[in-house]
């Protein structure tokens, strides 16, 4: 199973933009698609973006479509995201997983390896 750690959370002003990171280790991600999901406390955790193993089309949530970006980098084992153009609302606990196969599933319990989480807070 793959170990996952993700950085880059921090506190930023509406508007502005923060990349969180997800590195692994423990196996090559070459077969894995990865995921990013939030989570707010008192709500389920929430797909926000998958890119398969195979570098296919990306799958965003609407909510976050032309300003977040999914990318990953097998070489380095660290999978990314650029969020731009942040709001309140996207203030949650940011998660990567992993799940082996090329599908990109939106159910968090479709995925079997997961980060710690990193806090992201969006000021109005």
């Known amino acids: 199973q793959v170990q996952l750690v993700e950085s880059g959370g921090g506190l930023v002003q509406a508007g502005g933009s923060l990349r969180l990171s997800c590195a692994a280790s423990?196996?090559?991600?070459?077969?894995?698609?990865m995921g990013w999901f939030r989570q707010v406390p008192g709500k389920d955790r929430e797909f926000v973006a998958g890119?398969?193993?195979?570098?296919?089309?990306?799958r965003y949530v609407d909510s976050v479509k032309g300003r977040f970006t999914i990318s990953r980098d097998n070489a380095k084992s660290t999978t990314y995201l650029q969020m731009n153009s942040l709001k309140p609302e996207d203030t949650a606990v940011y998660f990567c997983?992993?799940?082996?196969?090329?599908?990109?599933?939106?159910?968090?319990?479709?995925?079997?390896?997961w980060g710690q989480g990193t806090q992201v807070t969006v000021s109005s």
């Open positions: 423990g196996r090559t991600l070459s077969s894995y698609t």
């Open positions: 890119l398969s193993w195979d570098y296919d089309t990306p």
């Open positions: 997983a992993a799940r082996i196969g090329a599908l990109i599933i939106m159910t968090p319990s479709e995925y079997q390896s």
